[in-house]
């Protein structure tokens, strides 16, 4: 009880607009990382666990749900990462008020969508099964972790915006450790549930949601004690229109991005499931590698949006520019440093989610390929994430549908009919999409004037 007192205690926050650059990001992504890693472990876990002590379609429907669990909480990501920017901004400008604001307006929109989002998880999930061509042995597997999944969703909102809140003044250290918390919890419910209890996916589902809610609780206790600007109270939740339109205003295009381009990898999901259980199979582990791929570069891409955020909110724009240059060398950096274990070890990693030798060989097929085009993502994912703390979300949006959803689509389309029945040039339709994203969004960050913050400006006007 003591360690949990410790963790939220009242203020943690950092302002990034002085000091060493270098030193801010790296303890800022180095935490985020880690508890990224955790965040992870949820769903890998759950997909181990079912991998190694249910059956093979209960694997494969575990790991191939995650398109249609990504486009509606995607969607609010998105709209989510628009509170961040807005409270960063407005933090490194020093106008306090305005935070609580927008903490206040951005808790009670989480609740509103909360309710919406289960819903609507719950009466898409048959239907979006179907449209991903599942094999029939999968779908009852599918359905079930779905329901489960949406019914306890709130878990996963609250924390995700609360964890945001501190982000956005500097604190990765705390959501972190509730990561750690839960993700130790998610662990051993899994365990606890499919081997004393034989509940096969409706258990690990459950795991899952448990593990989410008690990670939400951690994150709104701490910003109930904040004795800082983000201090939230109950009684003050309201939507104050004018911080809710400069949510919207960043949130919505990268909310729109993510949804329509989980939505996109619906339509991957079932070009895949057309080649059997196997083959999902291998896509399944292979994308829980892939996940872990994208950890650094999205931790320091999280980094520079906070880092740009405050800066540009205090006028700094150099020193914003200096910060995304050394965002950008460190996420190839560090890329290349997890690139290679993968590479090497690539069919010792696939077999620990499953041994069977054809989900192996499946598997082992997609990393060898798509690995080496990792160092193409920290192009767009850094340089994006700095559009975002400028409050330029708009572009990032579209240069990501064009590539990710219009172009891919596009790919897929003819190489399935008319070039390749075989399944890795499909597969290759995702080191395409990035190398278009990452030429159009450096072209565009190089055209473009980063100045201060026009948010912070309107507000002033």
Not at 73 to 79: D, Y
Request: proline residues 3%; contains cysteine; charged residues 10%.
């Amino acid at each position: 009880m003591t360690a949990i007192r410790n963790l939220i205690r009242p203020r943690r926050d950092v302002d990034m607009t002085e000091g060493s650059i270098i030193r801010h990001l790296i303890t800022f992504a180095f935490p985020l990382l880690i508890g990224n890693i955790f965040q992870q472990l949820y769903n890998t876990v759950d997909t181990w666990v079912v991998g190694n002590y249910v059956s093979n379609e209960a694997f494969s429907a575990v790991g191939t749900v995650g398109p249609i669990i990504n486009m509606l909480i995607g969607f609010f990501l998105g709209l989510s990462s628009g509170a961040g920017v807005v409270i960063s901004q407005y933090y490194g400008a020093k106008k306090h008020d305005k935070v609580q604001d927008t903490v206040h307006t951005a808790i009670l929109m989480t609740i509103i969508l909360a309710v919406i989002f289960t819903f609507l998880g719950i009466a898409m999930a048959p239907f979006m099964i179907r449209f991903m061509k599942t094999p029939e042995s999968v779908i009852p597997e599918s359905t079930a972790y779905l329901m489960i999944y949406f019914s306890g969703v709130i878990g996963l909102m609250l924390y995700n915006i609360g964890s945001g809140i501190l982000r956005a003044v500097g604190d990765s250290q705390r959501p972190f450790y509730f990561l750690v918390v839960s993700a130790v919890l998610n662990t051993v419910l899994d365990l606890v549930f499919v081997l004393a209890f034989d509940m096969g996916v409706e258990g690990v589902a459950l795991a899952t949601v448990l593990a989410q809610c008690t990670s939400a609780v951690l994150v709104m206790i701490t910003l109930m004690r904040s004795d800082s600007c983000i201090h939230l109270s109950w009684k003050k939740l309201k939507i104050h229109w004018d911080m809710m339109k400069k949510i919207i205003r960043v949130g919505i295009p990268a909310a729109i991005q993510m949804a329509i381009t989980s939505f996109s990898n619906v339509f991957v999901q079932s070009y895949i499931n057309f080649f059997g259980a196997d083959c999902m199979s291998g896509w399944t582990a292979y994308g829980k590698i892939d996940q872990l791929l994208f950890l650094p570069m999205q931790s320091l891409a999280l980094a520079s949006t906070t880092f740009v955020g405050q800066n540009l909110g205090q006028n700094q724009v150099e020193r914003a520019k200096k910060g995304i240059a050394i965002s950008f060398a460190l996420s190839v950096i560090s890329t290349i440093l997890v690139m290679i274990p993968v590479l090497i070890f690539s069919g010792s990693l696939v077999a620990f989610f499953n041994d069977k030798p054809e989900v192996i060989e499946y598997g082992t097929l997609f990393l060898h390929w798509i690995t080496p085009f990792y160092v193409l993502c920290c192009v767009n994912q850094v340089y994006s994430g700095a559009l975002r703390g400028a409050g330029n979300s708009r572009a990032p949006m579209v240069i990501m549908l064009v590539s990710f959803v219009g172009f891919r689509q596009l790919y897929l389309f003819v190489v399935a009919n008319f070039i390749s029945n075989t399944v890795l040039p499909i597969a290759m339709g995702y080191p395409a999409g990035w190398f278009l994203c990452s030429a159009l969004t450096y072209i565009y960050y190089k055209n473009v004037k980063l100045s201060k913050s026009r948010l912070v400006e309107d507000q002033e006007a």
